[in-house]
């Protein structure tokens, strides 16, 4: 079992930056490819980032590339993203989550299958 906690969100206005941190308990996030989604109100769960169990490699959905840096730290057990030029688009709660079957990239959320609670990124115009 893994637990995971988020944080780092808050309200930015357009154009600002965030960094989220998604910190793990329970097992060794080294294990575990890594995904970053992210739910606005009324919508479905939607792909943001992803990266290898080593950080080698990295996927970002076309919405999000050039502004949008996953990593990760495996001795601190944790994920980052972090977040440039944020658009009020972008209004959601992000969260992260471990994949299922030990392939990185994963863009179907049910392909993961420990997740956090959320934390909230509010974009204002």
């Known amino acids: 079992q893994v637990q995971l906690v988020e944080s780092g969100g808050g309200l930015v206005q357009a154009g600002g930056s965030l960094s989220l941190s998604c910190a793990a308990s329970g097992r060794t996030l080294s294990s575990y490819a890594m995904g970053w989604f992210r739910q606005a109100p009324g919508k479905e769960r939607e792909f943001i980032a992803a990266?290898?169990?080593?950080?080698?490699?990295?996927y970002y959905a076309d919405s999000v590339k050039g502004r949008f840096t996953i990593s990760r730290d495996n001795a601190k057990n944790t994920v980052y993203l972090q977040m440039n030029s944020l658009k009020p688009e972008e209004t959601a709660v992000y969260y992260c989550?471990?994949?299922?079957?030990?392939?990185?990239?994963?863009?179907?959320?049910?392909?993961?299958?420990?997740w956090g609670q959320g934390t909230q990124v509010t974009v204002s115009s």
């Open positions: 990266i290898s169990q080593r950080g080698g490699s990295t």
């Open positions: 989550a471990t994949d299922r079957n030990g392939v990185a990239g994963t863009q179907d959320p049910g392909g993961y299958v420990y």
